[in-house]
C-alpha cells in the first residue's frame, strides 16, 4: 500500500491532558497551513529533516475577499531540534523538503484537540478539519475513518 499523506500515530492520551504522537513524513510531503484550536504545540525531530514556515493569521475584516497567506518565517529543523507553536504565536505548516528521504517528528498537544482549521495559501479560505490517527497505541486505525486535512 503506498500511503501518500504523513501518517500520525497516537502513543498516549495523558489522561485527556494532552496528546503524544509520532508524525512520519515520507518524502516531499507536508501538512496542509493550519491552527492548534489553542492548544500547545511541542514538536522534536526524531529522524530526517523538516521545514517548519510560519504564516500571520488572514485578515478576517476581508472575509469575502481572496488574499494569499503571509510568509513570516521558514526555519529548518534538524534531528533532536524542538520547535514551538500555539494560536498567539500564528499558524504554520511543517515540510519534509527532501525528495529522496523520509523524517519522524514526535507532537505534545497540550491539551489535546480534535479538530483544527486549515488555510488556503492562495486565497486565504480555511475550513474546520477533524484530527485523525493512522495508528492508535501501536494499532491501525479503522481506514473508514474520515480523511484528515491537518
Known sequence: MVINRYTRN???EGNGKFNLMLVCWGPSQSSTIHDHADAHCFMKLLSGS???VKFEWPNTEQKEEEQEMVVRERTGLKP???CYIN???GLHRVENVSHSDGAVSMHLYCPPFSSCTVFDQRTGHRMTCPVTFWTK???KVD???PKACC
Open 50 to 52: 523538516l521545514q517548519e
Open 80 to 82: 533532536n531540534q524542538v
Open 137 to 139: 497505541f501501536g494499532q
Open 143 to 145: 481506514p473508514k475513518r
Open 10 to 12: 497516537l502513543i498516549d
Open 87 to 89: 494560536d498567539s504565536i
